[in-house]
Protein backbone atom coordinates (compact mmCIF):
# COMPACT_ATOMS: atom_id res chain seq x y z
CA UNK A 1 0.00 0.00 0.00
CA UNK A 2 2.65 2.16 0.86
CA UNK A 3 4.48 1.64 -2.43
CA UNK A 4 1.24 2.66 -4.21
CA UNK A 5 1.02 5.89 -2.45
CA UNK A 6 4.65 7.12 -3.09
CA UNK A 7 3.96 5.88 -6.83
CA UNK A 8 0.57 7.73 -6.89
CA UNK A 9 2.10 11.22 -5.19
CA UNK A 10 5.58 10.61 -7.91
CA UNK A 11 3.33 10.55 -10.56
CA UNK A 12 1.65 13.77 -9.61
CA UNK A 13 4.51 15.50 -8.80
CA UNK A 14 6.45 15.33 -11.77
CA UNK A 15 2.70 15.74 -13.64
CA UNK A 16 2.82 19.36 -11.92
CA UNK A 17 6.57 19.30 -12.73
CA UNK A 18 5.73 19.05 -16.31
CA UNK A 19 3.31 21.71 -16.28
CA UNK A 20 5.78 24.47 -14.61
CA UNK A 21 8.44 24.84 -16.60
CA UNK A 22 9.33 28.08 -18.32
CA UNK A 23 8.15 28.73 -22.30
CA UNK A 24 6.01 25.25 -22.01
CA UNK A 25 2.25 25.44 -21.52
CA UNK A 26 0.51 29.03 -20.89
CA UNK A 27 -0.61 31.36 -23.03
CA UNK A 28 2.06 31.73 -25.94
CA UNK A 29 2.30 35.11 -27.75
CA UNK A 30 4.22 34.26 -29.98
CA UNK A 31 2.12 31.97 -32.50
CA UNK A 32 1.02 34.91 -34.65
CA UNK A 33 4.10 36.29 -35.43
CA UNK A 34 6.21 33.38 -35.70
CA UNK A 35 7.21 33.03 -39.27
CA UNK A 36 9.30 33.84 -42.59
CA UNK A 37 8.86 37.04 -44.07
CA UNK A 38 9.91 38.66 -47.64
CA UNK A 39 10.50 42.67 -47.27
CA UNK A 40 11.88 45.94 -47.17
CA UNK A 41 14.78 46.80 -45.06
CA UNK A 42 15.90 51.06 -45.51
CA UNK A 43 18.49 52.25 -43.24
CA UNK A 44 18.51 55.81 -42.42
CA UNK A 45 21.46 58.09 -42.43
CA UNK A 46 20.85 61.57 -41.54
CA UNK A 47 18.96 62.75 -44.62
CA UNK A 48 19.79 59.75 -46.81
CA UNK A 49 18.18 56.52 -47.23
CA UNK A 50 19.21 52.97 -48.36
CA UNK A 51 16.72 50.64 -49.07
CA UNK A 52 17.42 46.67 -49.24
CA UNK A 53 14.28 44.65 -51.23
CA UNK A 54 13.58 40.92 -50.97
CA UNK A 55 14.92 40.87 -47.23
CA UNK A 56 14.21 37.39 -45.79
CA UNK A 57 13.19 37.53 -42.29
CA UNK A 58 12.79 34.39 -40.09
CA UNK A 59 11.39 34.77 -36.37
CA UNK A 60 11.10 32.15 -34.11
CA UNK A 61 9.81 31.28 -30.59
CA UNK A 62 12.71 31.70 -28.03
CA UNK A 63 9.69 31.02 -24.89
CA UNK A 64 5.89 31.78 -24.53
CA UNK A 65 7.13 35.62 -24.15
CA UNK A 66 10.56 36.24 -26.87
CA UNK A 67 11.18 35.69 -30.60
CA UNK A 68 14.77 35.46 -31.74
CA UNK A 69 14.60 36.96 -35.05
CA UNK A 70 17.01 36.75 -38.06
CA UNK A 71 17.26 39.23 -41.28
CA UNK A 72 19.41 37.74 -43.92
CA UNK A 73 20.04 41.87 -45.33
CA UNK A 74 23.36 40.03 -47.91
CA UNK A 75 22.40 36.63 -47.58
CA UNK A 76 25.35 34.33 -46.57
CA UNK A 77 27.34 38.09 -45.89
CA UNK A 78 25.32 40.25 -43.68
CA UNK A 79 22.84 39.90 -41.18
CA UNK A 80 20.81 41.14 -38.63
CA UNK A 81 20.35 38.99 -35.03
CA UNK A 82 18.33 39.84 -31.98
CA UNK A 83 15.82 39.03 -29.43
CA UNK A 84 12.30 40.81 -28.63
CA UNK A 85 9.73 40.86 -25.78
CA UNK A 86 6.52 40.10 -26.83
CA UNK A 87 4.10 42.89 -25.01
CA UNK A 88 1.11 41.39 -26.33
CA UNK A 89 0.13 39.02 -29.52
CA UNK A 90 0.96 41.61 -31.85
CA UNK A 91 3.34 43.98 -30.42
CA UNK A 92 7.13 43.26 -29.41
CA UNK A 93 10.14 45.82 -27.57
CA UNK A 94 13.58 45.01 -29.13
CA UNK A 95 15.63 45.45 -26.00
CA UNK A 96 19.67 46.95 -26.49
CA UNK A 97 21.58 45.01 -28.78
CA UNK A 98 24.90 45.64 -30.67
CA UNK A 99 24.89 45.41 -34.56
CA UNK A 100 28.30 46.24 -36.13
CA UNK A 101 29.29 49.56 -34.09
CA UNK A 102 26.02 50.22 -33.51
CA UNK A 103 23.95 49.86 -30.19
CA UNK A 104 20.39 49.51 -31.05
CA UNK A 105 17.06 49.32 -29.30
CA UNK A 106 13.17 49.58 -31.11
CA UNK A 107 9.78 47.64 -31.25
CA UNK A 108 7.68 46.07 -33.48
CA UNK A 109 4.00 45.40 -34.27
CA UNK A 110 2.71 42.38 -36.31
CA UNK A 111 -1.19 42.53 -38.32
CA UNK A 112 -2.56 41.08 -41.16
CA UNK A 113 0.09 38.78 -42.11
CA UNK A 114 2.81 41.77 -41.98
CA UNK A 115 5.86 42.25 -39.51
CA UNK A 116 7.04 46.38 -38.89
CA UNK A 117 9.96 46.22 -37.39
CA UNK A 118 11.85 50.23 -36.05
CA UNK A 119 15.09 50.49 -34.69
CA UNK A 120 16.83 53.68 -33.00
CA UNK A 121 20.10 54.19 -31.58
CA UNK A 122 19.52 53.63 -27.98
CA UNK A 123 19.31 57.14 -26.35
CA UNK A 124 17.99 58.44 -29.83
CA UNK A 125 14.36 58.86 -30.99
CA UNK A 126 15.60 58.64 -34.86
CA UNK A 127 15.33 56.11 -36.70
CA UNK A 128 18.05 53.54 -37.91
CA UNK A 129 16.30 51.39 -40.03
CA UNK A 130 12.74 49.94 -40.59
CA UNK A 131 11.45 46.66 -41.81
CA UNK A 132 8.24 45.69 -43.25
CA UNK A 133 7.41 42.37 -44.56
CA UNK A 134 4.81 39.56 -45.75
CA UNK A 135 4.36 36.42 -44.71
Known sequence: M????????????ISFAACDKEGTGGD???VQ???????????????SSVTISDVETTITRASN???????????GLVSLQFTADMDDETSFTIPSFTYDVFN???????????????LR?????DAFA??????
Open 2 to 13: RKMLFLAASVLA
Open 28 to 30: DLT
Open 33 to 47: VVGDYLGDYVEFDGS
Open 65 to 75: TKINVLMELIP
Open 104 to 118: LEGDGSFANDVVTIN
Open 121 to 125: EVGSV
Open 130 to 135: TYTGGK
